[in-house]
């Protein structure tokens, strides 16, 4: 009887009309992005809290005179603004029904690390240097406190006159302290510029340990529809082995484009400590924002029970230095 059922079935799937039974797929390297480097007349203006790099209608603006209130914080092209919020680093995640037990108060060691990276004017000032006309660096170190520890998250941001941003980042956890759920870099935009596309694995969320089961190819999606409806709200919404996200903005596209290797990406309505302190959906806010971030690292999300049982070890962030490169620049 289970022999004659099977037989029919797979006669079943034969005859649909093309039906996929299965796929493989295999990344493999493509053309590396590059930078192409060009004269230019950059130009750099240092006030007393702001040091604003310009290249005719572009202009990349850094706050760096207040404590806990240094980075990058505006990017304007052509009169509009693409960014007027502080890009910061992250080392936290909402936590998964997987980390409900000990690992959520691991977590909780980097919740407030991330909620405010300490950025010291005094100790720790902005670095700036005009290396020529093509190209000015822009070095900032945040102190990410962790438990009783102290460990550097530093951003390199170089300008060209090209019109784009070179960033790189990067970070390694203290030698005692439990492991982030995740390493990288957020930015905030305002909720109505909502429709994005990218180069990655989608349409649905992936993970270093969730991914086999979907595609990789150019999607189109919504901040708004990025949210997936779990019964409690957590960690959600990630994009593994992604080349480049553009987001529409002043009918242009701002891009944020891999370098050296393929990033994970989220982009929704909310943070992750929004989503960390809501019990249940109608618990999460109104948000007049959506939240880009970056990572070099996000941590799986595990499976083999939810009472104790660890993400596999090589879905972990590791005891190495982590680094990531990306590129932002404003397509036509």
Known sequence: MEKEMIEMFIYYVLSLKDYEVNFDEKLIKDSKYEIKESEGNL?????????????NDF???????????????????KGDLYLDKLALPTLFRATTDNDAMIYKHFNNFYL?????????????????KE????????EITYSMIVGLSFSKFKIRYTVYPTNEIKVEFNYK???????????GMKFKFYKEFNDFDYLGLGKEE????????VKYGIYESKASEEYVDYSIPQECSNHEFTKYIDINMHNHK????????????????????????AERKENLPLSNYNYLTIYAINKGVGGDDSWGAPVHKKYRVGKKRYNMSFVIKIKD
């Open 131 to 138: 290396e020529s006309k093509d190209k000015v660096v822009v």
């Open 173 to 183: 956890k203290p030698l005692i302290a439990p492991s982030p759920t995740c390493i």
């Open 112 to 128: 407030a690390s991330s909620l405010n990276p300490l950025y010291n004017p005094f100790t720790n000032a902005i670095k700036v």
């Open 59 to 77: 202009k990349v603006i850094f706050n760096g005179n207040k404590i806990n209130y240094g980075g990058l914080e505006a990017i304007m092209y």
């Open 206 to 213: 992936t993970y270093i340990d969730r991914y086999k089961g």
């Open 43 to 55: 130009k750099v203006f240092r006030s007393h809290s702001h040091i604003t790099i310009e290249n």
């Open 254 to 277: 701002l891009s944020f484009i891999s370098l050296d290797k393929r990033f994970s990406f989220k982009y929704q309505n909310y943070n992750e400590f929004e989503l960390e302190l």
